[in-house]
């Protein structure tokens, strides 16, 4: 089965950047929709960017202009560029699939300081 490790996240103060990876164990990037997405403490988790099969790419409003998703099909791993970052962006992210049930992975924890 598939498995999903994140890593690159840390503690940055606001404005600073992070790029986060995201690593799979299988060739999954070149045949799946994937995303980012990001849970606050007592929220609910949330897609915050996506990347389609076809290299297409969408945001949540709140990271627009700030977070650049991509991808390298080659090294079986999924990047999220974060720059600018706010205070509410503080979460754990996860990548996983959009259309497909691959067991979450253990996250990888964002802290932003003001």
């Known amino acids: 089965q598939v498995q999903l490790v994140e890593s690159g996240g840390g503690s940055v103060q606001a404005g600073g950047s992070l790029r986060l990876s995201c690593a799979a164990s299988g060739s999954i990037f070149s045949t799946n929709s994937m995303g980012w997405y990001r849970q606050a403490p007592g929220k609910q988790r949330e897609l915050v960017a996506s990347?389609?099969?076809?290299?297409?790419?969408n945001y949540v409003d709140s990271v627009k202009g700030r977070f650049t998703i991509s991808r390298d099909n080659a090294k079986n791993t999924m990047y999220l560029q974060m720059s600018s970052l706010k205070p509410e962006d503080t979460a754990v992210y996860y990548c996983?699939?959009?259309?497909?049930?691959?067991?979450w992975g253990q996250g990888t924890q964002v802290t932003v300081s003001s």
């Open positions: 996983n699939a959009l259309f497909r049930k691959i067991p």
């Open positions: 990347i389609m099969i076809v290299g297409s790419t």
